[in-house]
């Protein structure tokens, strides 16, 4: 459910958004370590916009989505498979 914010709040987030980083007391928020980031998964929050499409698979390669997926939620796998695949052919590109 989303919650309206009062006047007062909207003031205290203009003058936040205003001040430069380096001013923004951040003391009573820990610093996130390297292995909090490494479990971290953007699916969590980002939700991506998703387009029913056709596509024509090998009949060997759908047998096996499916059956490491239980029959179901393969085509979750097989996106986010087809995902790791762009994310290290831009970072490749990259180099």
Do not use: C
């Amino acid at each position: 459910m989303s919650k309206t914010l009062t006047s007062e709040q909207l003031e205290m987030l203009r003058r936040l958004a205003a001040m430069p980083d380096d001013q923004i007391d951040t003391s009573d928020i820990p610093e996130i370590t390297d292995s909090q980031w490494e479990a971290a998964r953007r699916e969590n929050f980002f939700r991506p916009l998703k387009r029913p499409v056709t596509i024509r698979l090998d009949a060997d390669v759908l047998d096996w989505f499916k059956k490491h997926a239980g029959g179901k939620g393969y085509q979750t796998d097989i996106n986010r498979a087809l995902r790791k695949h762009v994310i290290e052919a831009e970072a490749g590109k990259a180099s």
